[in-house]
């Protein structure tokens, strides 16, 4: 019974887990997706491929040792017909006989080391396989930029959608309100059945702006979980929310910044220096080529194979040699190759020009949308502040039966108005407050 009990109580508190939401912050959230993100997998994934290459490249220039080894039984021993008045005198020219070559059993082993001396190409090689695995790192970086934006503006769309919820929350309890008064107002007598009519429309085209405002938030919400890598159905609660503290603890500075802070235009330094290592490659290949080879191992043969393994009948045999290879002349194949080196080198470089043009405007254009933002913040929060002094005043007026419920609905209408401009200025300014930190390349600075 008490085993019963415990399970009983066991699946309650599972259920209970499965039913809270997910509670996380910005912090959180980043580092959540920085996990899950499958394309920034790969790219770790790419940045190991990298070092392998590199790893692989180096052993090109380590000493080749190998060993080979082998018995063999020849069943049937090759013969030749040979003229033996080559051989012997006095016999007569074109005199043949059959001699056979080699013996049943043939043994070889013998270890070679080959090293390469010199090349070029090899030592360049080695140079622009470590700027390889700088580039693979960098592009990590990049997805891992990428995936920050993405959830950061992510985060900040849920807050919004929440925040207007819960404005159209506040406005459907004010306008309900507002309605039960002026149905009791009409019942007495006091006001006409228009006055009542002309409240409900408002109320429920306020219902209809909060089906569609629910089916945002929740649309927000599954583009959240999607960048941080979660089920869309995984309930998740946002610790945090929209205020204007967003707004005034950024900064920014334009005194130290430096084109290479941007990712892309990093990524493009170390395309320019990979570009440069091919052309010195391009251009090694003028140089001469030198490798040395070492061989040393034992041989036998017998006819009996009692005898084959005996240690006095395995010979010897090593060889030292060197090896070098001197260009002369390819069809100017070499020079071909230079000269597209070059030509790629100053693509490179014509895109980095681009490039500097480029996040020259879209820093003016950040900073620009962040300032105007800033202004409209100020605007409509001054809006607001007059819409619910407005609005409390009206409301009084007509409650007091010298105001009409025209003027009360408007006023009502105004505030709403007055509401969304300011949050959405506030969400829009945030959002060019990323955008900023994007464009000058301090979105992962903490």
Same mark, same amino acid.
């Not at 019974?1 to 910005?26: A, E, G, V």
């Not at 959608?161 to 006091?190: C, H, P, W």
């Given at each position: 019974?008490?085993?019963?009990?415990?399970?009983?109580?066991?699946?309650?508190?599972?259920?209970?887990?499965?039913?809270?939401?997910?509670?996380?912050?910005?912090?959180?959230?980043?580092?959540?997706?920085?996990?899950?993100?499958?394309?920034?997998?790969?790219?770790?994934?790419?940045?190991?491929?990298?070092?392998?290459?590199?790893?692989?490249?180096?052993?090109?220039?380590?000493?080749?040792?190998?060993?080979?080894?082998?018995?063999?039984?020849?069943?049937?021993?090759?013969?030749?017909?040979?003229?033996?008045?080559?051989?012997?005198?006095?016999?007569?020219?074109?005199?043949?006989?059959?001699?056979?070559?080699?013996?049943?059993?043939?043994?070889?082993?013998?270890?070679?080391?080959?090293?390469?001396?010199?090349?070029?190409?090899?030592?360049?090689?080695?140079? &622009? &396989?470590?700027?390889?695995?700088?580039?693979?790192?960098?592009?990590?970086?990049?997805?891992?930029?990428?995936?920050?934006?993405?959830?950061?503006?992510?985060?900040?769309?849920?807050?919004?959608?929440?925040?207007?919820? +819960?404005?159209?929350?506040?406005?459907?309890?004010?306008?309900?309100?507002?309605?039960?008064?002026?149905?009791?107002?009409?019942?007495?007598?006091?006001?006409?059945?228009?006055?009542?009519?002309?409240?409900?429309?408002?109320?429920?085209?306020?219902?209809?702006?909060?089906?569609?405002?629910?089916?945002?938030?929740?649309?927000?919400?599954?583009?959240?979980?999607?960048?941080?890598?979660?089920?869309?159905?995984?309930?998740? +609660?946002?610790?945090?929310?929209?205020?204007?503290?967003?707004?005034?603890?950024?900064?920014?500075?334009?005194?130290?910044?430096?084109?290479?802070?941007?990712?892309?235009?990093?990524?493009?330094?170390?395309? =320019?220096?990979?570009?440069?290592?091919?052309?010195?490659?391009?251009?090694?290949?003028?140089?001469?080529?030198?490798?040395?080879?070492?061989?040393?191992?034992?041989?036998?043969?017998?006819?009996?194979?009692?005898?084959?393994?005996?240690?006095?009948?395995?010979?010897?045999?090593?060889?030292?040699?060197?090896?070098?290879?001197?260009?002369?002349?390819?069809?100017?194949?070499?020079?071909? =190759?230079?000269?597209?080196?070059?030509?790629?080198?100053?693509?490179?470089?014509?895109?980095?020009?681009?490039? +500097?043009?480029?996040?020259?405007?879209?820093?003016?254009?950040?900073?620009?949308?962040?300032?105007?933002?800033?202004?409209?913040?100020?605007?409509?929060?001054?809006?607001?502040?007059?819409?619910?002094?407005?609005?409390? &005043?009206?409301?009084? =007026?007509?409650?007091?039966?010298?105001?009409?419920?025209?003027?009360?609905?408007?006023?009502?209408?105004?505030?709403?108005?007055?509401?969304?401009?300011?949050?959405?200025?506030?969400?829009?300014?945030?959002?060019?407050?990323?955008?900023?930190?994007?464009?000058?390349?301090?979105?992962?600075?903490?």
């Amino acid at each position: 019974m008490k085993n019963i009990l415990l399970i009983i109580i066991l699946i309650i508190n599972l259920d209970t887990l499965k039913s809270q939401p997910l509670k996380l912050t910005l912090e959180e959230s980043i580092d959540l997706a920085v996990e899950n993100n499958e394309n920034l997998k790969n790219s770790y994934l790419e940045e190991k491929i990298s070092k392998s290459l590199s790893r692989e490249y180096l052993s090109i220039g380590l000493p080749q040792i190998n060993f080979d080894g082998g018995v063999k039984y020849n069943h049937e021993v090759q013969k030749s017909l040979i003229d033996i008045s080559r051989f012997m005198p006095g016999v007569p020219e074109g005199t043949e006989q059959e001699v056979q070559f080699g013996q049943t059993y043939d043994g070889r082993m013998d270890l070679t080391l080959n090293q390469m001396i010199f090349n070029g190409s090899y030592f360049v090689g080695l140079s &622009a &396989a470590k700027e390889l695995v700088y580039l693979s790192e960098k592009l990590t970086r990049r997805n891992v930029v990428e995936i920050n934006e993405s959830v950061q503006k992510a985060y900040y769309t849920v807050l919004n959608t929440k925040k207007r919820i +819960e404005l159209v929350d506040i406005n459907l309890s004010r306008l309900n309100a507002l309605l039960e008064q002026t149905k009791m107002l009409y019942d007495n007598g006091f006001v006409e059945k228009l006055d009542v009519d002309r409240i409900r429309v408002s109320f429920n085209n306020l219902k209809s702006e909060k089906i569609k405002a629910d089916r945002l938030y929740q649309l927000s919400k599954e583009v959240f979980n999607f960048q941080i890598g979660v089920s869309i159905g995984t309930e998740i +609660e946002l610790i945090g929310e929209l205020s204007e503290d967003l707004i005034y603890s950024f900064n920014y500075s334009l005194e130290d910044f430096d084109y290479s802070q941007r990712i892309e235009y990093s990524i493009l330094q170390t395309d =320019k220096n990979l570009k440069f290592y091919d052309l010195k490659n391009n251009r090694s290949q003028y140089l001469p080529q030198v490798y040395a080879n070492y061989n040393y191992g034992y041989n036998t043969s017998s006819s009996n194979y009692n005898l084959f393994f005996d240690s006095d009948r395995w010979k010897s045999f090593g060889t030292l040699g060197f090896k070098i290879i001197v260009p002369i002349f390819d069809g100017f194949l070499k020079r071909s =190759k230079i000269n597209q080196s070059k030509y790629k080198i100053e693509q490179v470089e014509n895109q980095m020009l681009f490039l +500097e043009r480029s996040i020259n405007l879209q820093v003016n254009q950040a900073i620009s949308s962040y300032e105007n933002t800033k202004e409209t913040i100020l605007v409509s929060k001054q809006n607001l502040e007059l819409a619910e002094d407005v609005y409390l &005043a009206t409301e009084r =007026k007509f409650k007091e039966g010298v105001g009409s419920n025209l003027e009360l609905i408007d006023s009502n209408n105004s505030l709403k108005i007055a509401q969304n401009q300011y949050y959405n200025s506030l969400y829009e300014s945030v959002i060019a407050s990323i955008e900023i930190k994007k464009t000058l390349g301090t979105l992962l600075n903490k």
